[in-house]
Structure formats: C-alpha cells, structure tokens
C-alpha cells in the first residue's frame, strides 16, 4: 500500500515498550477548571490527589485525578488556547474522540449526570448481550463512555 509505514522493521523487539505502570495517565487541557472539577471529582468522584504549577511559556495548573490505576490530569493554562477540537464528537474528525471508564453502576452514573444538566449523548444502551453503554459530555465537550459489561 502506497505511504504506508513498516514500523515492525525499525524495532529488533516485538514488545518495544517495558511499561513502568498498568495504565496510562490521560491529560485533557480545560477552559475553567473549577467546571472540570466539578464534574471529575464531585459528580464522577474521581480522587483529586494533587495540584501541580507548570511553568512555562505560558503557566498552567495541572489537577491530577485518579480513575482506578489512570491518572487523568487537568490542565488549565493561565490563559485559555484560542484553538479547540473539532466538535461533532466520535464522527466529528480523527484523533482521539472519546475515552472509556469500565463501571459496575452504569444506570446510576448516567442519572446522576442527566440530573446534574450534563450532556447525555447515549442513553443506557446495549451494544450487545451483556454489554450496556452510555455516553456524556464533559464542560468541554469531550466524550466520556462508560461501560458496564458486567454479567448477573
């Protein structure tokens, strides 16, 4: 196939990556991050475990959130990047689009979201037997999934 890139012939490995950690940490810049907040750690309950400066060019605040071994990090820069993603959610443009949290009280979770004026973009629904998804809006627009695919 024409541009296509052989990555496999660069590596003299077949697992290039010694992972340090069984997760990876996910970082969403946000426009307000008392918005953010609210949503991540009061309404999901995720465990805001620390605030960290970041220095720079432009200084920003990073707000680290723990989802099961996943570290989400919440920046907020001094002064908000003109640019934004490309809306329209998972059909919207590539790159990434959506993330996922794996969750035994789904019906509960996407109550308390609606109830809260959060964005529900799927309602409870099964993909396939045993498997229920819905899907919300964070403050800006991300696409948050959870799944519940848990078996009575």
């Not at 989802?67 to 990047?81: A, F, H, R």
Request: charged residues 20%; glycine residues 8%.
């Amino acid at each position: 196939m024409p541009g296509t890139v052989a990555y496999r012939h660069l590596f003299y490995s077949e697992n290039m990556l010694s992972l340090r950690k069984n997760a990876i940490d996910l970082g969403i810049v946000v426009k307000d991050s008392a918005t953010s907040l609210a949503f991540y750690r009061d309404l999901l309950g995720l465990e805001h475990t620390a605030d960290t400066p970041m220095p720079g060019a432009v200084p920003a605040t990073m707000h680290r959130l723990m989802c099961g071994d996943t570290m989400i990090k919440l920046v907020s820069y001094d002064e908000t990047p003109s640019a934004q993603a490309a809306p329209g959610g998972i059909s919207g443009a590539t790159g990434l689009r959506y993330f996922t949290m794996h969750i035994s009280n789904l019906a509960e979770v996407t109550e308390a979201c609606s109830q809260a004026g959060v964005r529900v973009i799927i309602d409870q629904l099964e993909i396939r037997p045993g498997v229920t998804i819905s899907m919300v809006t964070d403050p800006d627009g991300n696409w948050v999934e959870f799944v519940d695919d848990t078996t009575s």
